[in-house]
């Protein structure tokens, strides 16, 4: 079963028209992304402390289905999507109270030594808690 996050849209999350702007659903999937890790245990913010590794974004993708308006309630579905030697996927599906997908957002999310920027493989665990998901 995917992670849930529960989500809501905002005054600041919305163009002058009302709806979500575009930016603010990456920060959501990526609020839920981080929320996801950190129940996986491997929380950013340490992983960034340790100082060795980091798993930036190499690619960003979404799709808008129905429009989220300012007041909206959903759901952030996390999972992942492909799992590979020095790299994974994320697929955020954003659901709103009715069922219906409003957006997706796929991440694909690269590990790399921080010092030389150079990949390295997913650690042992990370890829095993991934790899449960």
């Keep these: 079963m995917a992670f849930e996050y529960p989500i809501y849209i905002g005054m600041s ?3 002058r028209a009302g709806v979500l702007f575009y930016p603010e659903l990456f920060r959501h999937a990526h609020d839920a992304y981080e929320a996801f890790m950190a129940g996986l245990g491997h929380d950013l913010a340490g992983l960034l402390d340790a ?5 930036p974004i190499a690619h960003a993708e979404a799709d808008y289905l129905q429009p989220l308006r300012h007041g ?3 759901r952030v579905r996390i999972s992942v999507s492909r799992l590979g030697h020095t790299s994974f996927c994320i697929s955020a599906e954003f659901v709103g109270l009715s069922g219906r997908t409003c957006a997706r957002v796929a991440t694909v999310h690269v590990c790399i030594h921080r010092a030389g920027a150079d990949t390295c493989p997913l650690p ?5 808690r991934l790899a449960d998901t």
């Design 124 to 128: 042992d665990l990370l890829r095993e």
């Design 13 to 15: 999350s919305v163009d």
């Design 51 to 55: 100082g060795e590794l980091a798993l």
């Design 72 to 74: 909206d309630k959903a």
